[in-house]
């Protein structure tokens, strides 16, 4: 059972890594070819800023993913900090419930709202939308089996480079 959960959340990370890394190659792409058409041909293709705005929400929920897979989101070290050593355990794990059950929030309506999505499409791209909004789930789902791959594997996990595909 942990090697399983240990291999999705590889697997998870994976994903995440190269949904994240082909939107930041999209989005300066985009960028890029917005600045060389204004600059060099004065006009523009609005399409590319769609396109821009879909690859920031790829890269914010992807990426938050992956913080929870290296353990450095805010809460850790700013709540933590304040507790003397004694409480800190526990708030650890406090942190962790609250976080579990915010990122089971953005799976359950993150379905809905991608599942909505695929009824609506960009007005310029003219894909459904769900498809972004399927990082929504995908970071909930991430997020959880990353808190609970860090709490249930038997070695302690500390944030590493190992943690994020290079």
């Known amino acids: ?9 590889r697997l998870l990370a994976a994903v995440c890594a190269v949904a994240m890394a082909a939107a930041i ?27 821009v705005v879909y690859g920031f929400t790829v890269v914010v929920f992807t990426g938050t993913a992956l913080v929870f897979r290296s353990n450095t989101h805010l809460a850790t070290p700013v709540l933590l900090d304040v507790l003397p050593p004694p409480l800190q ?19 359950v309506y993150g379905v809905q709202y991608a599942r909505d ?4 499409f960009s007005p310029l791209l003219r894909f459904p939308v769900g498809y972004i909004y399927a990082a929504i789930p995908l970071c909930g789902f991430a997020g959880i089996v990353f808190i609970l791959d860090r709490r249930i594997s038997p070695a302690p996990r500390h944030p590493s480079h190992e943690d994020i595909p290079q």
Do not use: Y
Request: hydrophobic fraction near 65%; aromatic fraction near 8%.
């Open 89 to 107: 355990a526990a708030g650890r794990w406090m942190i962790d419930v609250l976080c579990l059950a915010f990122l089971a929030l953005l799976l």
């Open 117 to 120: 999505g695929m009824h609506q």
């Open 25 to 51: 190659v999209a989005m300066a792409a985009s960028v890029f070819t917005q600045v060389v058409l204004r600059s060099v041909f004065d006009t523009t293709w609005l399409p590319l800023d769609d396109l």
């Open 1 to 9: 059972m942990i090697r399983a959960l240990q291999g999705l959340a």
